[in-house]
């Protein structure tokens, strides 16, 4: 076989994870080993890496970020289109900085510079390369700034046109006419389509549709569907194309290696400091949106702003504008002046996944209305999450940052605001008659009062047990919510009654306001009756969609400490349960505080305090059943925690420094070296720690103390 066939098959991939090799990726022999593919594969992988070029004209790129990464999808969709594909053009779809241009580019590129022979549909050979763009501005990452492009490759249609025209070094025929008009170059473009195999890329051509000019996409279609050779060509996009969905490739963020590898490289480009495991894993997707031009921008800014946490701080703030605007502005402006603005606007203030219902609730609006709105802005700006019976709408972080910055110049925004205010203070209202008792029952105590006088208490209670309320109100899981808020507001509270009501309005799936769930949780507190109920509670808000990050912190550092105080009064007819609630204080303490550390919180000192004292008593406790205890148990704590380990090594260092003053007999002494050798075989996986420099001071230490056992 001739060494230059090119193969018209797509890559194998695994429908499974086999033997180290993960599922759905491109797996290549490099030398001696087989590795995942990566851009220095793909001239070999989809071309045969030996073919001469084509003609054609890529201009050069002004990225920043010259080394392609990853992407390999992406590339092999591309090539697929190209040798097995009927469909003469495609699209490639994403939101702004996510790399469409660069995949384009490099895709072009390496078709240029080694398809001589690469069949188009296994029939035509590509003769012409040609990359053009719309593009009107472009982001500068170094400085994070907008800059015009004063002289874009083509306009409208005519310009497109006469650009394929003169770069394929031919001119129009207009005989005796002054100047050429459409209609000449579209039939000298045919002409060319029937002589020649083209692939054309055009760039970022909704900065013309979002404007309402046509760049010739209709004519170009039916001129390669009647062409008598085959070529292709390839769209840019934005927004998915509704109109070609099933023949379109999005483009997401970046994720796993090649995350990671764009980070390395922006790093090393832009001669920035490496930035710790908790911001790169962490803060900067949630900044960036994982779009890889936001990415640098924020490397970037490091250099300037004294590090990361200043580049946070700078981009959050002014900085941070000509990004989203870059980002989000075009088709921010080419929304109608319907309800899309005011849809975004009001995420933007609920702040949570939100479902349809609410929405119609907040907006007040119809269905049809509230559809198209959501139809019109899904692509760019919503997160959509239809994994369960209902599908809920968000806004990510980059793009919540830009809508607040424009929500206040929207009309509608005052009314939508002081409607978002009530919906949180009234949400999942069932009925009229339901909302009328809410609306009046917290007039006299208003949830944000922590106190109220005895005679609102009683005018309040008497209303919700007025006996003359229709069944349709008192078993609604929202009036239910707030009888029980009511009954654990008195002075004598019955607590039965207000389990009764709080937990029936949880089985029916109601999430009862935070100020509700307080005043059952300070019920059950002062009842002295420490127990399954107040974890309960706070399970209700941990695991509730409408709570605050903050509200649900709170609850995971107080349902840690209840944790604490139930095993102290079991220590001694239940250790084993009482171990176990322990050890689980001490795992929530942890999650508190990094949760906490993540969202830049005060509390993270406090949160901090409560797991160090917490595990410190706790390795006192299980250390007098055998020294060897702490070392068991901080491996199972490394195991199942879901936050951070350093208030915990903090503890565990102190208790290797009182047991190294203590004296042991020989089994003792060969126990605690066996639990300290599986403890340090195990490792310490980086993502558990936010100072990595902590797991080394820990082995050294334990190895210290074995070898002192001798």
Avoid at 70 to 82: H, K, P, Q, S, T
Avoid at 524 to 550: C, P, W
Avoid at 674 to 689: L, M
Wanted: hydrophobic share 40%; charged share 30%; aromatic share 10%.
């Amino acid at each position: 076989m001739d060494p230059k066939t090119l193969t018209t098959d797509r890559p194998i991939a695994f429908k499974k994870n086999i033997a180290g090799y993960e599922k759905d990726k491109i797996w290549v022999r490099d030398g001696n080993e087989v590795v995942q593919a990566q851009p220095r594969h793909f001239a070999s992988l989809f071309i045969s890496g030996d073919n001469d070029g084509v003609e054609g004209l890529i201009p050069p790129s002004n990225a920043q970020i010259k080394r392609f990464i990853g992407r390999v999808e992406a590339m092999a969709e591309l090539f697929d289109w190209i040798y097995n594909s009927d469909e003469p053009r495609t699209y490639l779809y994403g939101k702004g900085g996510s790399g469409k241009t660069t995949i384009a580019r490099e895709f072009a590129k390496l078709v240029k510079s080694a398809g001589k022979g690469l069949q188009i549909e296994c029939a035509d050979p590509v003769d012409i390369v040609l990359f053009l763009s719309a593009k009107e501005k472009e982001l500068s990452s170094p400085n994070a700034e907008v800059v015009d492009l004063s002289d874009p490759d083509f306009h409208d249609e005519l310009s497109l046109l006469s650009q394929i025209v003169k770069l394929s070094g031919g001119e129009v025929d207009i005989g005796d006419a002054e100047v050429a008009e459409l209609k000449d170059y579209r039939r000298t473009v045919q002409e060319y389509l029937d002589h020649f195999s083209y692939l054309i890329v055009l760039d970022d051509v909704d900065t013309l549709t979002t404007k309402g000019i046509d760049p010739g996409a209709d004519f170009l279609f039916r001129a390669l569907s009647r062409a008598k050779k085959r070529s292709k060509v390839l769209y840019t996009i934005r927004n998915a194309p509704s109109q070609s969905i099933h023949n379109s490739i999005e483009v997401p963020g970046l994720f796993g290696k090649d995350y990671l590898d764009f980070v390395q490289e922006c790093v090393e480009k832009f001669r920035a400091p490496e930035p710790n495991v908790e911001f790169r894993d962490n803060r900067l997707p949630h900044l960036s949106e994982r779009r890889p031009l936001v990415i640098e921008s924020i490397i970037a800014l490091s250099r300037t702003a004294g590090g990361y946490e200043g580049a946070d701080r700078l981009f959050t703030q002014n900085v941070g504008d000509d990004i989203r605007n870059y980002v989000f502005l075009r088709e921010w402006d080419a929304l109608s002046n319907g309800l899309e603005r005011p849809l975004l606007a009001a995420l933007s203030d609920l702040n949570r996944p939100t479902s349809f219902q609410d929405l119609k609730v907040v907006l007040q609006a119809g269905d049809s209305s509230i559809r198209d709105a959501i139809s019109a802005v899904r692509e760019m700006f919503l997160v959509v999450d239809d994994a369960g019976q209902n599908t809920f709408y968000s806004l990510a972080g980059l793009t919540r940052s830009f809508v607040n910055s424009k929500k206040e110049n929207l009309k509608l925004y005052p009314a939508v605001k002081e409607r978002v205010r009530a919906f949180k203070r009234t949400a999942k209202i069932a009925s009229p008659e339901v909302a009328r008792i809410v609306a009046t029952v917290r007039k006299y105590v208003p949830l944000r009062l922590s106190s109220h006088s005895s005679e609102n208490l009683k005018l309040a209670f008497d209303l919700v047990r007025d006996s003359t309320l229709k069944l349709a109100v008192t078993e609604d899981p929202v009036f239910r919510a707030l009888k029980g808020y009511v009954e654990a507001l008195q002075t004598r509270v019955e607590l039965h009654e207000v389990r009764e009501n709080f937990q029936y309005s949880l089985q029916m799936k109601h999430e009862p306001e935070f100020e509700e769930l307080t005043a059952w949780y300070n019920a059950e507190k002062s009842s002295n009756i420490v127990g399954e109920h107040l974890f309960q509670i706070m399970d209700a808000v941990t695991a509730g969609r409408r709570y605050s990050e903050d509200q649900k912190i709170g609850m995971i550092s107080r349902k840690a400490t209840t944790a604490y105080h139930i095993a102290q009064q079991k220590f001694d007819g239940a250790p084993d349960e009482a171990q176990s609630l322990m050890r689980l204080s001490v795992l929530l303490h942890a999650q508190a505080f990094k949760q906490n550390i993540l969202n830049g919180s005060p509390m993270a000192d406090i949160s901090e305090r409560y797991c160090r004292n917490t595990a410190d008593q706790y390795f006192r406790i299980i250390s007098s059943y055998g020294p060897w205890e702490p070392f068991g148990e901080m491996l199972l704590l490394q195991d199942e925690t879901e936050g951070y380990l350093d208030p915990v090594a903090d503890a565990i260092l102190i208790y290797i420094e009182r047991a190294s003053r203590q004296l042991y007999s020989k089994s003792e002494k060969s126990r605690v070296k066996n639990k300290i050798r599986d403890f340090i075989s195990a490792k310490f996986p980086k993502e558990k720690w936010l100072d990595t420099t902590l797991p080394p001071i820990i082995e050294e230490k334990l190895r210290s103390f074995s070898a002192g056992l001798q």
